[in-house]
């Protein structure tokens, strides 16, 4: 290869091709389902990389691909014979505890930002496991714990410092690009690749674990134990869901439900153990058969959950306003579905609060759904992807009846135009369009919940 290709003008990173040492380890994600060979990686070290990574994949007519977290389900920040513009060397995080704002790498996950916050007891919405890639997850919109006391994570945005298709540094704030501000609050990685991210901080100085566990029999009960408590107006620091899953090896699972199909609620609580049972006493009434409670710092409580690496994956999403008897059945009889022993999980988790405040700012309609149904299914075998596959599917299809016709799509792989356009609505949709034709016209950055560029 020609010293142009080996390295771009400007590139100070390193670029890793096939058959170099670090090559297969730097092509990884998280869905072990993807498995693309770019032609080049491009691991970047600072915003002038990223710029002149891209003018290159430009230049060249190489199909681009943005690499932050990997933790996308469709598996868009690999391309097959193309570049990618790996981020992930980005990842600073510098906090100013008396502002309340802290300012990331866009290489940078949650975990690296939540560990940095917490020696002040400041944190912001991020993503429920902290391998997620802070960028990725917030151009979303950004769903985690803190969702219903604090907003989503782009509700908590200041700005963003973005590299466009022409290779040009912008900021994006409230008073700059402001068009391209509002299109970065669920747009996702359609308009340039994110370098680094401003957010308000918020004092979380206690929160607490719960997950209480029943055999999966009991599961409509808990369903709809859990449902009343939330339409009976459940506090804004409470989050959570109710979850179908495998019971796993750990000591708070009872031997009985381990391995086997279960249920469990809880969540996360901003206050102490007391404060979470009194919150939860609805569903403690019910008698769990295991139970964790454990009150902990918050950046220790984010990556309690994280899930394993190196597995298969599918998701799919559905909102829903109201959660009657009848979608409580359906919603049951699917979770039998679920390819076992593995760690997928069929997920309720409540909206409101802060996240349904200020639904109309943003190009993202769905916020004002009560709940969403996530199932989130990971296997180690191939031969499971056809059963995988159907379950989250068929639960989603099953659900119709109740379902807005929304989607949040982080929660989703590729499942066409017309889902993407459901995810913001058709006039938020027309916006985004012309935003991508002012900084994306050629759609360089179409590995992605795309946007097409409007005429």
């Known amino acids: 290869m020609s010293d142009t290709i080996s390295r771009p003008l400007g590139f100070g990173g390193k670029m890793l091709r096939s058959g170099d040492p670090e090559y297969d380890e730097a092509r990884v994600l ?144 409230e008073t700059r690009n402001t068009d391209l501000f509002w299109a970065l609050h669920g747009g996702g990685g359609n308009f340039g690749v994110a370098t680094s991210l401003t957010f308000r901080l918020h004092s979380v100085p206690v929160t607490t674990l719960s997950m209480l566990l029943w055999p999966a029999s009991a599961g409509p009960e808990v369903l709809r134990a859990y449902r009343d408590l939330f339409e009976a107006g459940a506090p804004e620091e409470l989050g959570g869901g109710v979850i179908y899953m495998t019971g796993p090896p750990e000591e708070f699972v009872p031997e009985h439900l381990q391995g086997r199909l279960l249920v469990g609620a809880g ?21 769990p058969e295991g139970e964790l409670v454990a009150q902990m710092p918050y950046a220790e409580l984010n990556s309690a959950l994280d899930d394993p690496p190196g597995f298969r994956n599918y998701w799919s999403a559905e909102h829903l306003n109201t959660f009657p008897d009848e979608a409580v059945r359906v919603f049951s009889d699917r979770a039998a579905d679920m390819p076992m022993p593995a760690p997928s999980q069929q997920a309720l988790l409540p909206w409101g609060g802060a996240v349904a405040r200020g639904a109309d700012q943003w190009p993202l309609p769905h916020r004002s759904a009560a709940w969403v149904v996530h199932p989130f299914g990971l296997w180690a075998d191939a031969a499971d992807d056809e ?69």
């Not at 940095?116 to 769903?143: D, E, H, I, K, M």
């Not at 901003?270 to 569903?283: I, N, Q």
Request: hydrophobic share 40%.
């Open 30 to 173: 998280f869905n072990a389902m993807i498995d693309k060979r770019p032609g080049v990686i491009a691991q970047c070290e600072s915003a002038a990389d990223v710029a002149a990574a891209v003018r290159y994949g430009v230049a060249e007519g190489l199909e681009i691909a943005v690499r932050g977290g990997g933790h996308g389900v469709a598996g868009t920040a690999l391309t097959e014979g193309g570049l990618v513009v790996d981020v992930r060397r980005m990842n600073s995080v510098q906090v100013d505890p008396d502002a309340r704002v802290v300012r990331v790498g866009g290489g940078a996950t949650w975990g690296d930002l939540d560990r940095a916050c917490q020696p002040y007891w400041l944190a912001t919405t991020g993503g429920r496991v902290s391998t997620t890639g802070v960028a990725g997850l917030t151009l979303g919109g950004g769903s985690g714990w803190l969702e219903r006391k604090f907003g989503l994570a782009c509700d908590n945005l200041i700005s963003v410092e973005l590299i466009t298709a022409e290779g040009e540094l912008v900021i994006a704030d």
């Open 267 to 287: 969540g996360v609580y901003l206050g102490s153990e007391e404060e979470t049972r009194e919150v939860l006493k609805p569903l403690f009434d019910l008698a």
């Open 387 to 455: 059963r995988g596959i159907a379950w989250a599917r068929n639960l989603c299809a099953d659900l119709k009846p109740w379902t807005t016709g929304a989607v949040y799509l982080n929660f989703i792989g590729d499942e066409g135009r017309d889902r993407v356009v459901a995810g913001f609505g058709e006039e938020n949709y027309r916006r985004l369009a012309q935003v991508k034709a002012q900084y994306d016209p050629d759609n360089v950055f179409h590995l992605n919940q795309n946007i097409r560029p409007s005429a």
